[in-house]
């Protein structure tokens, strides 16, 4: 694999691997939710390496006199280096904004975290083993978040590490169902205009191997709380014409 391009996000301090805009089949026919797997088309976009750290956070927080969340202080979820958990949507979406950026949308965390190859895992089809991913570690028995990057095997076609395991992050997109007839590929998808639910993605420090696909899906309220020491933040950034490679 080619070096990825990168650049310094002035803002929050955040490594950003350029994601070149390109074509693939999104979904897959193993769960409902991800059903039908259907032709995508992103264009080029900017992703953060690694997920939103609780010091990056911590920086947003005094620049705009935000409140931390329950996590900040908590010993197995306070290191600087560690994802910032406990953030809701409109929490994770405040950050992106303050950073000059935005959450990722579905499609185009699915493409950053597989490719055009139809890869079942961000590092290609081998199952998970602790090498390759932060997972199958137990709530209330010492499990918690890895510093961003701890497992060097969870890295994506496009250099993006992290999108397997650690923490679930949050899209733009409200959930809703694929679409069933759709025949040319969709163009830069945004999801529903609206709805109950939005979307995360990536698997988590307690989940089991199956949940660690690219193409899981996860409907989940903006506002909740409960289980929330699973919920984290990817930045992403636009790419302009001047981008292009």
Not at 137 to 157: E, N
Not at 213 to 226: H, K, M, N, V, Y
Request: hydrophobic share 30%; with cysteine; net charge negative.
């Amino acid at each position: 694999m080619a070096a990825p391009r990168t650049r310094v996000n002035d803002q929050d301090g955040s490594t950003l691997i350029y994601v070149p805009g390109g074509e693939f089949i999104m979904g897959s026919d193993e769960f409902s939710l991800e059903r039908p797997p259907h032709r995508v088309r992103v264009s080029p976009f900017w992703m953060g390496r690694t997920e939103v750290t609780n010091a990056q956070y911590r920086r947003f927080l005094k620049d705009t006199g935000g409140t931390p969340t329950e996590y900040d202080n908590k010993p197995l979820y306070g290191d600087p280096d560690q994802p910032v958990v406990g953030v809701t949507w409109d929490e994770a979406n405040a950050y992106c904004e303050w950073a000059r950026g935005r959450l990722p949308r579905e499609a185009e965390w699915e493409y950053a975290a597989r490719g055009t190859d139809g890869r079942r895992y961000p590092w290609g089809n081998e199952a998970p083993d602790k090498s390759r991913a932060v997972y199958g570690l137990i709530f209330g028995r010492g499990g918690k978040p890895a510093p961003v990057g701890t497992t060097p095997g969870d890295v994506s076609p496009f250099g993006i590490m992290d999108m397997a395991g650690n923490v679930m992050e949050w899209c733009q997109d409200w959930y809703g169902p694929y679409p069933t007839d759709s025949t040319e590929p969709l163009i830069d998808p945004t999801g529903p205009a609206a709805g109950s639910k939005r979307i995360m993605r990536g698997g988590c420090w307690n989940f089991q191997p199956f949940a660690l696909r690219a193409t899981d899906r996860s409907p989940t309220p903006p506002g909740l709380r409960s289980g929330a020491e699973h919920f984290g933040i990817r930045l992403v950034v636009d790419a302009d014409v001047s981008d292009d490679e």
